[in-house]
């Protein structure tokens, strides 16, 4: 056994380098496509991170490996990527989930799925891309309004073109401080909303 000393993007660089690391290509800001989405039903699901106890060494190291490995070299995006899969852990009841691919070198995609930590009626609330920081959200424009926002008045909150069945009609990208808390309150809204229906 070899211990490997340095911070986690050294690590990953290093695994990268000596070819144990993955080797996926960044995406576009969406959510996963219906093929991504077949290999993260539950039973083939990756591990999980629940906000139910504190993050176990081990979770911690693994998550950091996963955003540092697939956020690249934009230290911004991971630092704000790693605080705010933190503070939702910390603060919300929440399960935080790798997506699996077939794809790839380790077996898993380019996304983190957040579910609610109660039964798995819908699924993921939301995507987080470490790839670009992007957020993708179970909402829609309607409830944007029922919040108080205007995807039009505020740059950070972006709509997607997607069918009207789509129910991921909203980016969030994590570009600062105010936009994540921005894309944490909207996942909490995300949250509420499959929680009561």
Sequence with gaps: MRIIEGSPQEIVEYERATSSASRTVP???AAPSREETADTEPDGEAATLSASTSLAPEDHVALMKFIYGRAGKNHERTVQTEKFVKRLLEEESVVVAFGRSSKTFD??????????????RYGAVAYLRPSN???TLRLSPDDLDGLGLDEKDNGRIQPRNVAPSDPYKINCPLA???TATLA???VRAALETVRSE
Aim: charged share 30%.
């Design 27 to 29: 995406t576009m800001d």
């Design 107 to 120: 077996g898993l995609a380019d996304y983190l799925m957040i579910r609610d930590n109660g039964p798995q």
């Design 133 to 135: 920081g992007g957020v």
């Design 176 to 178: 600062d401080d105010e």
């Design 184 to 186: 944490f309150r909207l």
